[in-house]
């Protein structure tokens, strides 16, 4: 059974970075079948992927658009686990943040989640 | 404003049959499988559906799903009180490279 743990501040200052982690059990970040992603809800822009990680004979990254110059997304084997950073942050990046697991690479089959952390950007 | 288009809102009586579509474009949902989530107050969204009309083990065969050229449709029959929930379509896009979702519907059980 995977288990996805996230961990980070609720809390952020305008353009500052928000930091979270979310460490995998029952799978391995370095997983050549799956894929390792942030995704966000807020109620102005509902569900909102934002980036993934993935090892295939080496890493990648890929990003959504509205992002791509803010976020970096990164493995640590080490710790089996991986990371989001979303630089220069505003109010309108408030929302409840998600890490998921999806199986494959160009469908959304995200089939488990992490519990969610809430990030309020305030100062 | 979500890539994919879903009604705000849906109901219906227990035991009736109730549907949510979802709209995309050639990019996502003409070319690529449609996926659903539900989504229970407070929790993380859950996989209800995937490669449009496939369900994983444990979801009840109350729930399927379709897909139509640039569309994609839940349905639910049998209509429960616990089936109160959001529901979220989702899909690849080629054009932007990446998942999107649409804006989710709230399904209300009267």
């Known amino acids: 059974q995977v288990q996805l743990q996230q961990s980070g501040p609720g809390l952020v200052k305008p353009s500052q970075t928000l930091s979270l982690t979310c460490v995998i059990s029952?799978?391995?970040?370095?997983?050549?079948?799956?894929?390792w992603n942030w995704i966000r809800q807020s109620p102005s822009r509902g569900l909102e992927w934002l980036g993934r990680t993935y090892y295939r004979s080496k890493w990648y990254n890929d990003y959504a658009v509205s992002v791509k110059s803010r976020i970096t997304i990164n493995p640590d084997t080490s710790r089996n686990q991986f990371s989001l950073q979303l630089n220069s942050v505003t109010p309108e990046d408030t929302a409840v943040y998600y890490c998921?697991?999806?199986?494959?690479?160009?469908?959304?089959?995200?089939?488990?989640w992490g519990q969610g952390t809430l990030v309020t950007v305030s100062s | 404003q979500s890539v994919l288009t879903q009604p705000p809102s849906a109901s219906g009586t227990p035991g009736q049959r109730v549907t949510i579509s979802c709209s995309g474009s050639?990019?996502?949902?003409?070319?690529?499988?449609v996926f659903w989530f539900q989504q229970l107050p407070g929790t993380a969204p859950k996989l209800l559906i995937y490669r449009n009309n496939q369900r994983p083990s444990g979801v009840p065969d109350r729930f399927s799903g379709s897909k139509s050229g640039t569309s994609g449709s839940l349905a639910i029959s049998g209509l429960r009180s616990e089936d109160e929930a959001d529901y979220y379509c989702?899909?690849?896009?080629?054009?932007?490279?990446?998942?999107?979702f649409g804006g989710g519907t709230k399904l209300t059980v009267l």
């Open positions: 050639s990019s996502n949902i003409g070319s690529n499988y």
């Open positions: 029952g799978d391995s970040v370095s997983s050549n079948s799956a894929a």
């Open positions: 998921a697991r999806v199986v494959g690479l160009t469908s959304p089959h995200f089939d488990y």
């Open positions: 989702a899909a690849w896009d080629d054009s932007l490279n990446g998942q999107v």
